[in-house]
């Protein structure tokens, strides 16, 4: 096999490090907001229905929300919620004065159209960055709320010093949460962009051009060694699930493996992303872990969109 002539070398870009570090600064900010202009930023984030993995997001959220100082709030609504009923919900949110940021979490139950919901609320409180009007101001490169996992990809590539402009980004994945804002934000550091999408003829053949190569599918491992130029920057936004003894070790090392098919055994599965992460950090210079890369950077983000919003709202810089 092809993957076992592989040897590790990546750098291992750790989310974690690069996450506490926004997050100090984030508390930092607050402080002197209390401070100068006696305000704490807030944060109210709405939740309808039981999904578990978005009770596991916003408890993340409303805990974070708390270590760096920023008011927070949760609304639970019931899964039988209307459309009707979460609209009145934003309206409300979007008149008090009191709340800087709304997050309505994603995905709504199936009566409720979230773009419906996503273009009510008040684009100066849409921390999120999902609103049209922050859409079109990103693409015009004007001031706005960007949306929180590419701004950490962004935050990622600038803070472990890997140069953006002028090199080839490609992306694979076109969503509107990662692919496309993402897409953006690379233009606006001039780098020179591709988007790649389930319709691709040849997927290798693009991605093996890219310098920086970002994975935002949600396929476990589909980004192989074929697909990465020896020396590129590998940014794996994937989280998937994997249950499947076979598949986890085909994606992992000796120094993993054991570990990851302890945790199926426990809990079931292991959190994998859209890349092989044994044929990636054979190949690529640079290459950020599922868990502990890209997934943590999206919370510190989320506190810097709150905290900016608040300054936006009020005209401070
Ligand atoms: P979507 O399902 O909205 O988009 C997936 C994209 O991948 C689509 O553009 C799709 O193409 C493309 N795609 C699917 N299959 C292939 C394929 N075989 N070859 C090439 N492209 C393909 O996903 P999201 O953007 O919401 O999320 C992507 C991943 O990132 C998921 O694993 C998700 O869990 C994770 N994620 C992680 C976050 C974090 O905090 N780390 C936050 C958000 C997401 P097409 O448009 O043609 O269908």
Do not use: W
Request: net charge neutral.
């Amino acid at each position: 096999m092809i993957a076992e002539t592989f040897k590790n070398s990546a750098r291992i870009l750790s989310g974690a490090v690069i996450a506490e570090a926004i997050k100090a600064e984030v508390a930092e900010e607050v402080r002197r907001l209390e401070k100068n202009y006696g305000f704490r930023p807030a944060l109210t984030v709405v939740r309808v229905g039981e999904d578990q993995a978005s009770a596991v997001y916003v408890g993340n959220k409303v805990k974070t929300s708390a270590e760096l100082g920023i008011i927070s709030e949760h609304r639970h609504l019931p899964l039988e919620t209307s459309p009707a009923e979460l609209l009145q919900i934003v309206e409300e949110l979007n008149n008090r004065a009191d709340i800087d940021g709304i997050l309505v979490q994603l995905p709504l139950p199936k009566q409720i159209d979230e773009s419906a919901i996503l273009q009510k609320i008040d684009p100066e409180k849409d921390v999120d960055g999902f609103h049209p009007v922050n859409v079109g101001r990103l693409s015009q490169g004007q001031k706005s709320l960007v949306p929180c996992t590419p701004a950490g990809v962004i935050e990622i590539l600038k803070r472990s010093n890997i140069e953006i402009a002028g090199k080839h980004a490609v992306i694979v994945g076109r969503s509107n949460i990662v692919g496309k804002p993402l897409a953006m934000l690379l233009l606006q550091e001039n780098a020179t962009v591709t988007i790649c999408h389930s319709r691709t003829t040849n997927l290798a053949a693009m991605t093996s051009q890219a310098d920086i190569l970002i994975a935002a599918i949600g396929r476990a491992g589909l980004v192989r060694g074929e697909h990465i130029k020896q020396g590129a920057t590998v940014i794996d936004v994937g989280i998937n699930n994997v249950s499947d003894v076979e598949l986890a070790r085909e994606l992992f090392d000796e120094s993993e493996l054991e570990k990851r098919l302890a945790t199926i055994e426990k809990r079931g599965f292991t959190l994998v992303g859209d890349v092989n992460p044994k044929e990636a950090k054979a190949k690529a210079a640079n290459f950020t872990p599922v868990p502990g890369g890209v997934g943590l950077l999206t919370v510190a983000m989320l506190m810097k969109n709150t905290v900016d919003a608040a300054k936006m709202r009020r005209k401070l810089n």
